[in-house]
């Protein structure tokens, strides 16, 4: 079948639930992708950070096959000889001493909630029920009724109501906000490091930092959502270590599988992931063994082929080039490593057309926030690559 014909049959049987690019993929390969048609793009999203690894990696597509033949899922309720292992692995690559596996993202994120509530009745001392967490606007951290509740994007919100309460949201960047926010019930304050899909937004320089002062002054949980920035996507093993500071709780997902299976995580130390009891939480498919083995050769991969390294040099490079385009449209070049945003003026008309001339010349973009196109390539790539790729982005952006 070809292209519209899929797109036909995608638009007759599935919830328009996304607006995705005329682009039905069929393979992938490092940084490319091809088409039903044959055509090949160079990924420059990677499904939102999720294969940092590139596509079809090949250890660890061997690793997936491997343990799929042997076994896939026990529950929680019988242990399995995989996620003993991760669990070391994360703790010695992450420096958190625990972690406590999920699936997707959301998940994670509404672990990292729980956990926050819990620690403030238990050790903090909040009355029953009034703990209170505090997250930046222009937020994205998943798509659960609890999460859309302190999102401020009204698509993401406005038709799902009731909400849940016990959540307050204050400008990102803004650290005099944050701390005029702080009551003495409040928990925990969570941020993404960086706010990807919120545009590629970083915050000045010394909010992390700033924050982890604040929450240290008012007994406060500090929470790092890194499941877009994380695992070198910016340059570094975390976003935040950017700033030199450590997060009480850190979740991260998308790339912890290299793109090949959901897994996502909240990494804690004894402390705080020590006051979950058994039966207070759990996930069927959360920690299965598949799930563990492919996440730690994915894990393996970032750091024996240099990844992180890659993304911190040629992030670097990629935005120099960037910056240096002449064009009528662009507002700014903004990013870390390689999470990178070129914002466009209002008079531009909008990312989308930008990101559908680029599909034409082999390059697979996404808007975000109608004036952001994000530049996210899987950091596998060369220099090569991004030296074949910026003459059309040039061309693009100066199209009338
Ligand atoms: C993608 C994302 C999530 C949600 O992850 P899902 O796997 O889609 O549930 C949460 N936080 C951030 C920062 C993300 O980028």
């Given at each position: 079948m070809k292209t519209q014909d899929l797109i036909n049959l995608e638009n007759e049987y599935g919830a328009h639930n996304y607006h995705p690019l005329d682009v039905v993929i069929t393979r992938g390969e490092g940084v490319w992708v091809y088409d039903v048609e044959g055509n090949k793009y160079l990924d420059c999203l990677s499904a939102y950070s999720a294969v940092n690894q590139g596509h079809v990696h090949p250890r660890i597509l061997q690793t997936l096959i491997e343990q799929a033949g042997r076994v896939t899922l026990t529950s929680r309720a019988f242990r399995n000889d995989q996620l003993p292992h991760l669990y070391r692995e994360l703790a010695e690559l992450t420096g958190y001493e625990m972690s406590l596996p999920m699936n997707s993202g959301a998940e994670a994120v509404e672990t990292a909630l729980k956990l926050a509530r819990k620690?403030?009745?238990?050790?903090?001392?909040?009355?029953?029920?009034?703990?209170?967490?505090?997250?930046?606007?222009?937020?994205?951290?998943?798509?659960?009724?609890?999460?859309?509740?302190?999102?401020?994007?009204?698509?993401?919100?406005?038709?799902?109501?009731?909400?849940?309460?016990?959540?307050?949201?204050?400008?990102?960047?803004?650290?005099?906000?944050?701390?005029?926010?702080?009551?003495?019930?409040?928990?925990?304050?969570?941020?993404?490091?960086?706010?990807?899909?919120g545009?590629?937004?970083?915050?000045?320089?010394?909010?992390?930092?700033?924050?982890?002062?604040?929450?240290?002054?008012?007994?406060?949980?500090?929470?790092?959502?890194?499941?877009?920035?994380?695992?070198?996507?910016?340059?570094?093993?975390?976003?935040?270590?950017?700033?030199?500071?450590?997060?009480?709780?850190?979740?991260?997902?998308?790339?912890?599988?290299?793109?090949?299976?959901?897994?996502?995580?909240?990494?804690?130390?004894?402390?705080?992931?020590?006051?979950?009891?058994?039966?207070?939480h759990g996930s069927t498919f959360g920690g299965n063994p598949l799930g563990a083995a492919v996440a730690r050769t994915a894990l393996k991969v970032l750091v024996e082929e240099g990844l992180i390294e890659n993304s911190a040099k040629l992030g670097e490079y990629f935005i120099e080039q960037l910056t240096e385009i002449p064009s009528p449209h662009v507002k700014e070049v903004r990013g870390k490593g390689m999470l990178i945003g070129v914002e466009l003026k209002k008079s531009a008309g909008g990312a989308r057309r930008f990101c559908e001339a680029l599909k034409q010349r082999g390059i697979l973009c996404k808007e975000t926030h109608e004036t952001v196109i994000r530049f996210a390539p899987p950091l596998v790539i060369d220099r090569e690559t991004l030296d074949w790729a910026l003459p059309h982005i040039r061309e693009v952006l100066n199209l009338p």
């Open positions: 620690w403030a009745y238990q050790v903090k001392g909040v009355p029953k029920y009034e703990a209170e967490i505090l997250v930046c606007d222009g937020n994205f951290h998943g798509r659960t009724i609890s999460i859309v509740t302190f999102s401020s994007e009204p698509l993401y919100k406005e038709a799902f109501g009731p909400f849940t309460p016990g959540f307050k949201s204050v400008p990102y960047g803004d650290a005099a906000a944050m701390q005029a926010a702080i009551t003495p019930n409040t928990a925990a304050i969570m941020v993404e490091p960086i706010q990807g899909e545009g590629v937004i970083l915050p000045p320089e010394g909010y992390l930092a700033e924050l982890r002062r604040m929450c240290d002054h008012h007994n406060i949980l500090l929470i790092f959502d890194e499941i877009q920035t994380g695992l070198g996507r910016t340059g570094k093993i975390f976003a935040h270590r950017h700033e030199s500071v450590r997060g009480d709780m850190t979740i991260i997902g998308k790339a912890l599988s290299g793109g090949f299976y959901p897994v996502s995580a909240v990494l804690a130390d004894k402390d705080i992931m020590g006051l979950f009891t058994p039966g207070e």
